[in-house]
């Protein structure tokens, strides 16, 4: 939601997350391509697959990224259109899968 | 003298005001062989997250609040089913009181994803009820609740739909509706919910 918080147990924080700490790098792929696994947030366990998001551009997950990392309590630094353009490129697998 | 007129009327309106609120009938109304008609929920026959049938009768005895949803909604879900949540915090123990949420994409949400969404979200499928079935069935359902909800894979997730959260007393009408996606319009609704339980409730002494 708009404060970060998540909501019970379906959909994970992003303010103060330590998930998000551990996984910054993975963050532009993850918006884009989504998530299928579950995951562990702050000792939590998500099981809802998130839907991928393909129809961003570039600019818009750099965007996306940045104000995550940095809303709320998070002082996470940023990331560069580039790093995300190459990571997208990285993990396009993960698309072609989906 | 005119001015006088509405006056009194504008006080007799605020006066009315002070007493007890009764909730309208929302909807189209329609004079048949001098009868009101009113707007009322159809029919239906859907299954919930415990794979048991919901029907127009397991309702008929409470007062329900009523969403259209899909799980995997990337938009307005999220935040409309945090304001579902609210609302059954609040009245959590008001026997009288049911919420009611449908699923407008059944192909993905079947009985078992609807029942791990309910565990997720930690409530009680006595109370809450997640419900799915005939595609078009919910859809038509939509429209009897003045939501719109239709396919469209140009936008976010397949399906258009908005984030109304709507109040339905015993007789299958809509009394109340909020914007889901407000937290300050849930507010005022849940004014509303309190006022028709406050109406359907016999007073005791």
């Not at chain 1, 697959?49 to 630094?77: F, K, Q, R």
């Not at chain 2, 329609?30 to 009113?38: A, F, L, Q, R």
């Not at chain 2, 123990?93 to 791990?116: A, F, G, M, Q, Y």
């Not at chain 2, 609740?145 to 959260?165: C, L, R, T």
Request: net charge negative.
């Amino acid at each position: 939601m708009q404060d970060g918080s998540g909501l019970a147990k379906l959909y994970p924080p992003l303010n103060n997350a330590d998930f998000l700490d551990q996984h910054f790098q993975s963050l532009p792929s993850i918006i884009m391509y989504g998530l299928e696994d579950s995951i562990v947030v702050n000792g939590i366990q998500y099981n809802l697959p998130m839907d991928p998001h393909p129809y961003l551009s570039p600019v818009e997950v750099t965007n996306i990224c940045n104000y995550v990392l940095n809303a709320w309590d998070n002082d996470l630094g940023n990331i560069t259109i580039n790093d995300v353009k190459s990571q997208l490129k990285e993990y396009r697998h993960i698309n072609e899968r989906n | 003298m005119k001015n006088i007129i509405v006056i009194v009327i504008v006080l007799s309106l605020l006066s009315c005001k002070e007493e007890k609120k009764t909730l309208p009938i929302i909807g189209q109304v329609e004079i048949v062989d001098g009868d009101t008609i009113y707007h009322s929920i159809p029919d239906f026959k859907f299954v919930n997250q415990d794979s048991i049938y919901i029907d127009n009768a397991s309702l008929s005895e409470y007062i329900y609040v009523s969403d259209f949803f899909f799980t995997s909604c990337p938009t307005i879900c999220p935040k409309v089913k945090k304001q579902m949540l609210r609302i059954y915090d609040k009245f959590e123990n008001e026997d009288k009181l049911k919420l009611v949420s449908h699923t407008i994409d059944p192909v993905r949400d079947n009985v078992e994803t609807l029942k791990l969404y309910s565990s997720n979200l930690d409530v009680s499928s006595e109370k809450w009820f997640f419900l799915t079935g005939d595609k078009n069935k919910l859809l038509d359902m939509a429209d009897d609740y003045f939501v719109v909800a239709y396919e469209d894979d140009e936008v976010a997730g397949g399906f258009d739909h908005s984030g109304k959260i709507l109040l339905v007393d015993q007789n299958r009408h809509i009394r109340a509706f909020c914007e889901g996606t407000d937290p300050d319009d849930v507010t005022e609704f849940l004014k509303d919910i309190q006022h028709l339980l406050d109406e359907v409730k016999p007073v005791v002494n």
